[in-house]
């Protein structure tokens, strides 16, 4: 039987004082009667409306009651149930990869969670109706077959696994299997928090690099003044720097030392501009050294030595062989003010699939004139230029070594004519 609710009263309210106010105004015109209506049925209303705004403020825990009409209230109401409960995983996520501060996942995550508490005990007053028949019929059904037989109890362990499946820890409040939050108190539930984890772990193993693949090789970095070099050293995740070590730059028989900072790294400003050098440090008994790259003219180059990461796989030995420059090689000249500036894109191109030396070096001479000749950032460590040569030491891995080299020839009018001779075979010229 359906409850009386408050906004009966304020109808049954309004229909009596209506009435009344046409027993009084009789005599009146119809219009007087009619204003006295309209009158009073706002009075009625106004009240309602006050009586839903104040009660919330005098009863706290009062639960909105919702009438179900064929299902289909019921039915919206679990779909923005679980539209609600969507919203609260994807907001963790989000928080959980560092894409929200904490302050505004603090604040939408505590509004979605009452929220969600508010639907899901909507859900539970709308359907307690069916739920008691249904229970009821499950009981008498069970008493029926179990009559007349000697059953024997459940197994205690199992009895307790069935009682606190889906219970809260907090609150101790049942809530279904699939439920993240409880019904009750708004707390996380295991399961929920199981499977966030979850969900996390294959994005977690993702995000983390393959160290073995950074360390030692020099890259350029445009962020860093010119000529300077930092060498980061890590011990087995980038986590976990390692601060106040000692590190050497070798540029043939000079070598230069720093220590690391609380970020792990140590800086560097090589005295010879295209000097060939290495960064070397010891961490636990354990030489770190990287590969060798001319010291920066522009921008800067960053270095990360990784210790703890254990014997590397043994490489496959260079073997004779031969290579070419690449069908992508190209040349580009811009003319600017009284110079040209000249750019090799070349690519160096291992079709065997193994590494190989090839029988003689890899040298360009740069055409005569060249000047300020300098690798660009996306070359190979194994380009190394000195003055108007460069050089490509091998060996060469299977597929496309790139080489980039920039320079400027002086040039105010007529024809320039530029002869390049080529150490290994070009298969096409853009």
Not at 279 to 306: I, K, N, Y
Request: neutral net charge; aromatic residues 4%.
């Amino acid at each position: 039987m359906t409850s009386f609710q408050p906004w009966q009263f304020f109808v049954l309210a309004g229909l009596a004082a209506a009435t009344a106010g046409v027993f009084v105004s009789r005599g009146t015109s119809p219009a007087n009667v009619v204003f006295i209506s309209i009158i009073i049925g706002a009075a009625a209303l106004a009240g309602t409306a006050v009586y839903r705004m104040l009660l919330p403020l005098v009863v706290p825990e009062a639960v909105e009651s919702v009438e179900m009409i064929g299902g289909r209230t019921r039915a919206a109401l679990e779909r923005e149930k679980l539209l609600v409960l969507r919203a609260i995983k994807e907001l963790e996520f989000d928080r959980a990869m560092n894409k929200i501060s904490a302050q505004d996942y603090d604040e939408m995550v505590a509004r979605l969670r009452s929220r969600a508490v508010r639907l899901m005990r909507q859900l539970d007053a709308g359907g307690s109706g069916y739920r008691e028949l249904i229970e009821r019929e499950l009981a008498g059904r069970l008493g029926r077959a179990a009559a007349g037989k000697n059953v024997e109890p459940a197994d205690e362990s199992e009895t307790a696994t069935t009682v606190t499946a889906g219970a809260c820890a907090s609150c101790g409040t049942l809530n279904e299997t699939d439920a993240r939050f409880c019904k009750h108190c708004g707390s996380r539930l295991v399961a929920g928090l199981v499977l966030i984890l979850a969900l996390l772990v294959p994005f977690i193993a993702l995000a983390q690099p393959e160290l073995r693949m950074m360390a030692g090789i020099p890259r350029p970095d445009g962020n860093l003044p010119d000529g300077v070099v930092t060498v980061r050293v890590v011990r087995q995740s980038l986590a976990n720097n390692v601060t106040d070590q000692a590190v050497e730059l070798l540029a043939g028989d000079q070598t230069l030392t720093a220590r690391t900072d609380a970020n792990g790294r140590a800086t560097f400003r090589p005295p010879t501009v295209g000097a060939v050098i290495r960064a070397a440090t010891v961490v636990d008994g354990e030489r770190l050294e990287s590969q060798e790259f001319p010291a920066p003219a522009r921008g800067g180059v960053a270095v990360m030595l990784v210790a703890g990461l254990g014997a590397a796989p043994p490489k496959e030995l260079a073997r004779p062989g031969t290579v070419t420059m690449g069908g992508d090689s190209r040349f580009v000249i811009d003319l600017v003010d009284d110079s040209m500036q000249v750019y090799y894109i070349l690519e160096v191109f291992n079709a065997a699939a193994y590494p190989v030396n090839p029988p003689r070096p890899v040298i360009l001479d740069l055409p005569s004139g060249a000047a300020g000749a300098a690798a660009l950032g996306n070359s190979s460590s194994q380009v190394v230029v000195r003055g108007d040569r460069v050089t490509v030491t091998g060996p060469f891995e299977p597929g496309v070594t790139p080489v980039q080299v920039g320079f400027t020839l002086p040039h105010s009018r007529g024809n320039l004519r530029i002869n390049q001779t080529l150490p290994v075979e070009l298969a096409a010229v853009n």
